[in-house]
């Protein structure tokens, strides 16, 4: 059952069996996001707090990626200034969800598929899975809180590799380095997920919200309080001389290849 529909297709959202799954379905540009994609996304993350049938939300991306992060003509015709944008709405949303998040990870999570999973509780990836965070090469910042999510659960020196040099992940480095679960072959990610989300489900559900929040819930203000530093300076930054010219060189580049 589909419960809250993309106009375009490029999000499916089904409920069974107590976990909404919610598939990034963009493959031809592995499952870039756009304003649409967002609205969707935090729509459906709100509307699982409140549907009483669901338990766990399921994360994943068709077509062998996760999400080469936002589509930047897409994000620059729509830049995420307001702190009611879409991009704002679903951070907001991923980071205040009370059912457990599980999220799986195939191929490249670029950007905020990376960041995203700082706010997921279970996270799975395949070998090739690449986590990749090149907000610093655009003249801009981290998001999703993550300046202070990261560097808490991998350290500071492993945090500024990842958002000073922008040096991506591998799935079985970020597995060691504690940013995911467990590595496991494609053609089993995505039923090693949904038996993790099932068995999530299974359990008492008011005892499983109250867990989650209060794992999560020490942290909350200053996460919050994080996203909003991060999304005034990203703003800023965005319309710098420095960005404009990493966004230029970046469509050029992109461009020569073809």
Not at 29 to 47: G, M, P
Not at 195 to 222: C, S, V, Y
């Amino acid at each position: 059952m589909t419960t809250v529909p993309s106009t375009t297709g490029h999000v499916l959202v089904e409920d069974a069996d107590g976990i909404r799954s919610i598939t990034l379905n963009r493959p031809d540009k592995r499952n870039a996001l756009t304003v649409e994609i967002y609205e969707t996304l935090a729509a459906a993350l709100a509307d699982a707090d409140r549907a009483d049938g669901v338990r766990v939300v399921l994360i994943a991306g068709a077509g062998g990626a996760f999400t080469g992060g936002n589509d930047l003509k897409d994000f620059l015709n729509n830049p995420p200034i307001a702190e009611d944008s879409a991009v704002s709405r679903f951070l907001q949303a991923i980071a205040t969800c009370a059912v457990p998040i599980v999220a799986a990870v195939e191929g490249p999570a670029v950007g905020v598929g990376t960041t995203m999973l700082l706010h997921c509780d279970l996270v799975y990836a395949t070998p090739d899975a690449r986590l990749h965070l090149p907000f610093i090469d655009l003249g801009l910042v981290p998001e999703a809180g993550s300046s202070l999510l990261l560097p808490k659960l991998i350290g500071h020196q492993r945090a500024a590799q990842m958002l000073m040099l922008g040096e991506p992940l591998s799935g079985e480095q970020a597995a060691a380095v504690g940013l995911v679960n467990a590595v496991v072959p494609s053609a089993d990610l995505l039923a090693t997920a949904r038996a993790k989300a099932a068995a999530l489900a299974a359990k008492p559900p008011g005892a499983l919200r109250r867990t989650k929040a209060l794992m999560r819930g020490h942290d909350r203000e200053a996460v919050l309080a994080t996203m909003a530093t991060e999304g005034r300076i990203f703003g800023e930054l965005l319309r710098s001389p420095e960005a404009v010219a990493a966004f230029q060189a970046f469509f050029m580049k992109a461009a020569a290849k073809g």
